[in-house]
């Protein structure tokens, strides 16, 4: 059939009509999407000031996840290096598990591969309530080389920030800090689940999700596991 020139196709040659009018409308779905997320995106930049953090002291191990000594204390502020900013994913590993939650190690999988973009911007870290020993030890088993992978344990950070449910329970959710002077200031929380505790809150920061969404039978209820090949070095 003759293919419209009017746009850019999206199909082969050979598309049916119904195929090609069915397209271009998802087409015009997709730009308001894009225009919206980029709506949510400004009112996130025009939020007002967030409160002041405490300069919590967190237990940290070697850039090199080979070695385990030494330990240093490591305060909040210093996270930042060269950067005013500091995103922060708060892994999901309560102090009496073995293993951090599955979805969540997806996640940094996810922030390690393109963590040197991100350091082009802002720092970066990985804060998880577990042990030292046992956050490195996980670590090592996702590759998670050249990451700074931090224990909170012993400090309030996770109840402060609300990374944490009443009772300890650990919450998935992203944060971004910022640096003023000798302070650190919040500026922006995302947790997983929605107001009405619906999931898929931070399905954006993530690929896995985008592009499950992208085939015909969709995500369906799909979760990640730590039981499969993956980047788990077992």
């Known amino acids: 059939m003759e293919q419209r020139t009017d746009i850019p196709p999206m ?11 069915a397209r271009i409308e998802l087409a015009r779905a997709e730009r ?3 225009d919206q997320i980029e709506e949510v995106a400004a009112a996130r930049r025009r939020m007002p000031r967030g409160a002041l953090l405490d300069d919590y002291t967190f237990s940290e191990g070697p850039r090199d996840l080979g070695r385990d000594e030494p ?10 290096g060269e950067h005013d900013t500091l995103f922060v994913y708060h892994l999901m590993f309560h102090p009496d598990e073995d293993a951090a939650c599955p979805m969540c ?8 591969g393109v963590s040197h973009h991100i350091r082009r911007h802002a720092a970066f870290a990985v804060i998880g309530k577990a042990p030292l020993p046992k956050l490195r030890e996980w670590a090592r088993r996702r590759g998670w080389d ?3 992978i931090l224990s909170s344990h012993g400090t309030g950070f996770n109840a402060d920030m609300n990374a944490e ?25 995302l947790p997983a689940n929605f107001l009405d505790d619906t999931e898929r809150g931070i399905d954006l920061l993530n690929p896995v999700w985008n592009i ?3 085939f015909p039978r969709g995500r369906g209820d799909w979760y990640a596991g730590n039981d499969y090949p993956g980047r788990e070095r077992g």
């Open 11 to 21: 199909w082969p040659i050979g598309a049916s009509k119904e195929y090609i009018d």
């Open 32 to 34: 308001r999407l894009r």
């Open 71 to 80: 330990v240093r204390a490591t305060r909040l502020a210093e996270l930042f």
């Open 105 to 112: 190690s997806m996640w940094v999988d996810g922030f390690h």
């Open 146 to 148: 050249g990451l700074r």
């Open 165 to 189: 449910r009443p009772g300890g329970a650990q919450r998935p959710m992203a944060s971004v800090l910022l640096r003023e002077g000798d302070r650190v200031r919040h500026f922006y929380s």
């Open 212 to 214: 499950l969404d992208m």
